[in-house]
């Protein structure tokens, strides 16, 4: 019974130093892949990169204690950290307090689906997502987080544009004229150093090399070169006018978005009023509010676009500084620059992010970007609530797209768990890992932690380490731990490029062209909802979760149009003396028998095609006298089917034909007994298969109407044979 509630007890069972020692090695080796991924990872969710250690401290624990899957390895991902990002994007600004505040309450409200799923045992929700849709969604996907990271490598600064393939044609058009080549150069360095390493021994943990590499490089080279000055000292009256502009309009967007808060919550509130005491929902009250609130729109709108160009505009310039300035440098544009001034050689630019300029304190960015300083310590408390929402109302509003974080993150982990169980012979229970998943990110978003799945890449590490037991994953969140509250300096310059460089390796090998192959062949309408979902994800990017719905509306209307038009197929004797389609084989009918095969489930929604089709055979075939309904591929009857049954044999047996059935299931059976339809077929006409039904019905036939030449003689003959 305790191990039903903690089946982290059964690791115990036949425990030795030897396995303990093992798994300390294991926990190690992950938090050096994991630590460094888990700060890209965290920018891939719009947050600060700090932010991915929180993610790696107690979800990794948290998962191995109360999952089922000994060498699951959980935390930050690429997949969930971009549906993270994509889904918060609309409700706030990325990196901003009330981002992150709605990060962590996402992590809660994933944790407690995955959690409600696992304790009712239902698992199999995430059947939902096809393979297929999968499969086109991963492989957008993975180009999609790839391609995001070409700024932070050509060290180049763009916004967001509506759509993700217009914001990569502005970081290509900027990278043409401003790329930071230290940056791409060190980079490509870390992308070298980690396909080398993979290559000469998996086993090396490349990543945290490739990392620690670069940070010296960085830290003694002057990588980051970054400065903070006043106002005054930029030497251009024009560009300070721009930034002074920039900043009203970014003030005046804060201050309206605060009024339309404050407006939204009396429209709320007003509705409520009317609801209660019956008035009409069109009161000029409400009208009056939706019109200050359109209005209040009109100029956020406005005044986002006017930021917007301000925004790029400032990114552009570039400035030059004096070489031997000092510690508070003056800076000058190309205009501006005094004749025969010797500049220290560097192109400064002013860091522009989406909130208004420190004025008194600008960062003039003369380099490479890096990390730069990480807080100290963990951070452990109660998940906050977004300013100007309660817990319910973000709960709420975050729980359609939890939802589809929560059934991704899960399949991504489940299938992981599985090849790893396959490998070691682990018993795996898909609901205790739902439990454990869902407790991981519950209890995680009170350490500051966003939603986590389970790590393909760093679970074959667990694996090839040799970890026994989730005791590798409690050392894992140990090492991250002991990062946070004594190691964070040595980050410092770690090179923003070499986080890009990490994330874009990680996803490599989530792109499966071999997956679109497969789908086809196992079946083309298949292959073409792949091909759909992977288009529409790449198309609706950022908003990932679009091209995940078209795939899954496309799957259910599939499903559906089946279930609506089941296959039913007329049969005949084959070469090899079997009966299988005679329209697909051309094979030659029996004038006077029609053997007619229904296969699927014969309910509701097609109780009338069955039918229709053997109304039709009877007009084709004027000859006929007997139907057999091959039923083997009838696997559930319900009220309906049946209903349809009767009228079938009515009307067969009113047009003085005949009809029996052969090969029904016992579930089938059991209904027709039950509602005394078996008595109006007759059991001398249900027979157990195919052979025996054509045996009697042969001889009946053709014993009144000769047929030396029909087909199904021969199959007769070999029967009795």
């Given at each position: 019974?305790?191990?039903?509630f903690?089946?982290?007890?059964?690791w115990?069972?036949d425990?030795?130093k030897?396995k303990?020692s093992?798994?300390?090695i294991?926990?190690i080796?992950?938090?050096m892949v994991?630590?460094?991924?888990?700060?890209?990872?965290?920018?891939?969710?719009g947050?600060p990169?700090?932010?991915g250690?929180?993610?790696?401290?107690l979800p990794p624990m948290?998962?191995?204690?109360?999952?089922?899957?000994?060498?699951?390895a959980t935390g930050?991902?690429?997949?969930v950290s971009?549906?993270s990002a994509?889904s918060?994007e609309p409700?706030a600004?990325?990196g901003?307090p009330?981002?992150?505040?709605?990060?962590?309450?996402?992590?809660?409200?994933?944790?407690c689906?995955?959690?409600f799923?696992g304790v009712f045992?239902?698992?199999?929700?995430v059947n939902?997502?096809s393979h297929p849709?999968?499969n086109?969604?991963?492989?957008a996907a993975?180009?999609v987080i790839?391609?995001?990271?070409f700024?932070?490598?050509f060290?180049?600064?763009v916004?967001?544009?509506?759509?993700?393939?217009?914001?990569?044609?502005n970081v290509?058009?900027?990278?043409?004229?401003y790329?930071h080549?230290?940056?791409?150069?060190i980079?490509i360095?870390?992308?070298?150093?980690?396909?080398g390493?993979?290559?000469?021994?998996?086993?090396?943990?490349?990543?945290?090399?490739a990392?620690?590499?670069?940070?010296l490089?960085?830290?003694?080279?002057g990588?980051?070169?970054?400065?903070?000055?006043a106002?005054?000292?930029?030497?251009?009256?024009?560009i300070i006018?721009?930034?002074n502009e920039?900043?009203?309009?970014?003030n005046?967007i804060?201050t309206?978005?605060?009024?339309?808060?404050g407006?939204n919550?009396?429209l709320?509130?007003a509705?409520d009023?009317s609801?209660r005491?019956?008035?009409?929902?069109?009161?000029?009250?409400i009208?009056?509010?939706?019109?200050?609130l359109?209005?209040?729109q009109a100029?956020i709108?406005?005044?986002?676009g006017?930021a917007?160009?301000?925004?790029?505009?400032?990114r552009?310039v570039?400035f030059?500084?004096s070489?031997?300035a000092?510690e508070?440098?003056?800076f000058?544009?190309d205009s501006?620059?005094p004749?025969g001034l010797?500049?220290d050689?560097?192109?400064?630019r002013?860091k522009?992010t989406n909130?208004?300029l420190?004025?008194?304190?600008?960062?003039?960015?003369?380099?490479?970007?890096?990390?730069?300083?990480i807080?100290?310590g963990?951070?452990?408390g109660?998940p906050?609530?977004?300013?100007?929402s309660?817990?319910?109302?973000?709960f709420?509003q975050?729980?359609?797209f939890?939802v589809?974080i929560?059934?991704?993150?899960?399949m991504?982990?489940i299938?992981?768990?599985?090849?790893?169980?396959?490998?070691?012979?682990?018993?795996?229970?898909?609901?205790q890992?739902l439990?454990g998943?869902g407790l991981?990110?519950?209890?995680g978003?009170?350490?500051?932690?966003?939603?986590?799945?389970?790590?393909?890449?760093?679970?074959?590490?667990?694996l090839q380490?040799n970890?026994?037991s989730?005791?590798?994953?409690?050392?894992?969140s140990?090492m991250?731990?002991?990062?946070?509250?004594?190691?964070?300096?040595?980050?410092?310059?770690?090179p923003?490029a070499?986080?890009?460089?990490v994330?874009?390796m990680?996803?490599?090998?989530?792109?499966?062209?071999?997956g679109?192959?497969h789908?086809?062949k196992?079946?083309?309408s298949d292959?073409?909802?792949?091909?759909i979902?992977?288009?529409?994800?790449?198309?609706f990017?950022?908003?990932?979760?679009?091209?995940i719905?078209v795939?899954v509306?496309?799957?259910?209307?599939l499903?559906?149009y089946?279930?609506l038009?089941?296959k039913?197929a007329?049969?005949?004797?084959s070469?090899?003396?079997?009966?299988?389609d005679a329209i697909?084989d051309?094979?030659?009918?029996?004038?006077?028998?029609a053997?007619?095969r229904f296969d699927?489930?014969?309910?509701f929604?097609?109780?009338?095609?069955l039918?229709?089709?053997v109304?039709e055979?009877?007009?084709k075939?004027?000859?006929?006298?007997?139907?057999?309904i091959?039923s083997s591929?009838?696997n559930?009857?319900d009220a309906?089917?049946?209903?349809a049954?009767?009228i079938?044999?009515d009307t067969?047996?009113g047009?003085?034909?005949?009809?029996?059935?052969c090969g029904?299931?016992?579930?089938?059976l059991?209904?027709l007994?039950?509602?005394h339809?078996i008595?109006?077929i007759?059991?001398?006409n249900?027979y157990?298969?195919?052979?025996?039904a054509?045996?009697?019905i042969?001889?009946?036939?053709h014993?009144?109407?000769g047929?030396d030449k029909c087909?199904l003689?021969?199959?007769?003959?070999?029967?009795?044979?």
């Amino acid at each position: 019974m305790l191990t039903k509630f903690f089946p982290f007890l059964l690791w115990f069972n036949d425990y030795n130093k030897e396995k303990l020692s093992a798994d300390i090695i294991a926990g190690i080796t992950v938090a050096m892949v994991l630590i460094p991924q888990s700060m890209a990872y965290a920018q891939l969710a719009g947050l600060p990169a700090y932010y991915g250690l929180y993610a790696a401290f107690l979800p990794p624990m948290v998962a191995s204690l109360f999952g089922s899957s000994r060498q699951l390895a959980t935390g930050p991902v690429a997949v969930v950290s971009l549906m993270s990002a994509a889904s918060l994007e609309p409700l706030a600004t990325a990196g901003g307090p009330e981002f992150i505040a709605y990060s962590i309450i996402l992590a809660l409200t994933v944790g407690c689906f995955q959690l409600f799923l696992g304790v009712f045992k239902l698992g199999l929700v995430v059947n939902l997502l096809s393979h297929p849709v999968v499969n086109g969604f991963t492989n957008a996907a993975a180009i999609v987080i790839a391609s995001s990271q070409f700024s932070k490598l050509f060290g180049v600064y763009v916004d967001k544009a509506p759509h993700h393939y217009q914001t990569i044609i502005n970081v290509c058009k900027s990278a043409f004229h401003y790329t930071h080549f230290p940056t791409l150069l060190i980079g490509i360095l870390a992308i070298v150093i980690m396909v080398g390493l993979k290559r000469v021994n998996p086993k090396i943990p490349n990543v945290l090399v490739a990392v620690a590499v670069t940070i010296l490089i960085s830290k003694f080279t002057g990588f980051n070169n970054n400065k903070f000055i006043a106002l005054e000292n930029i030497k251009d009256p024009k560009i300070i006018q721009r930034i002074n502009e920039f900043n009203n309009d970014v003030n005046n967007i804060e201050t309206l978005s605060t009024k339309r808060a404050g407006l939204n919550n009396e429209l709320k509130a007003a509705h409520d009023k009317s609801e209660r005491h019956g008035i009409n929902t069109t009161s000029t009250a409400i009208l009056d509010i939706e019109h200050k609130l359109a209005l209040i729109q009109a100029k956020i709108d406005r005044l986002t676009g006017a930021a917007h160009v301000k925004r790029e505009n400032l990114r552009l310039v570039h400035f030059a500084v004096s070489k031997n300035a000092g510690e508070t440098p003056s800076f000058y544009t190309d205009s501006t620059l005094p004749n025969g001034l010797e500049t220290d050689g560097h192109k400064w630019r002013i860091k522009v992010t989406n909130k208004p300029l420190n004025i008194a304190n600008l960062q003039m960015i003369g380099a490479g970007a890096v990390v730069g300083d990480i807080p100290k310590g963990l951070k452990i408390g109660i998940p906050k609530a977004p300013k100007n929402s309660s817990y319910l109302a973000a709960f709420l509003q975050l729980f359609p797209f939890a939802v589809i974080i929560s059934l991704l993150g899960f399949m991504e982990a489940i299938a992981i768990a599985k090849s790893m169980a396959a490998k070691t012979g682990q018993r795996l229970d898909p609901n205790q890992e739902l439990i454990g998943q869902g407790l991981a990110n519950i209890i995680g978003s009170f350490g500051q932690s966003y939603a986590v799945s389970g790590s393909f890449s760093r679970s074959a590490v667990n694996l090839q380490a040799n970890a026994v037991s989730g005791v590798s994953s409690v050392i894992t969140s140990l090492m991250v731990a002991i990062t946070l509250l004594f190691l964070t300096p040595l980050l410092y310059h770690l090179p923003q490029a070499v986080l890009a460089a990490v994330i874009m390796m990680a996803v490599i090998g989530l792109i499966n062209t071999q997956g679109f192959v497969h789908a086809w062949k196992a079946k083309r309408s298949d292959g073409i909802i792949s091909i759909i979902a992977f288009v529409c994800t790449l198309y609706f990017a950022p908003h990932l979760e679009e091209g995940i719905m078209v795939g899954v509306a496309l799957t259910f209307a599939l499903f559906i149009y089946k279930n609506l038009r089941p296959k039913v197929a007329l049969l005949s004797k084959s070469p090899d003396d079997t009966l299988t389609d005679a329209i697909k084989d051309d094979l030659k009918e029996c004038d006077h028998i029609a053997i007619v095969r229904f296969d699927g489930a014969l309910i509701f929604t097609n109780a009338t095609y069955l039918e229709d089709k053997v109304l039709e055979y009877i007009v084709k075939k004027p000859d006929l006298l007997h139907i057999l309904i091959e039923s083997s591929g009838i696997n559930d009857l319900d009220a309906s089917g049946e209903d349809a049954l009767s009228i079938l044999v009515d009307t067969v047996r009113g047009s003085y034909r005949e009809i029996s059935f052969c090969g029904l299931k016992e579930g089938v059976l059991a209904v027709l007994k039950r509602t005394h339809l078996i008595d109006k077929i007759g059991e001398e006409n249900l027979y157990p298969n195919s052979r025996r039904a054509l045996e009697s019905i042969h001889k009946k036939i053709h014993e009144t109407e000769g047929c030396d030449k029909c087909p199904l003689r021969a199959y007769v003959s070999s029967c009795i044979t």
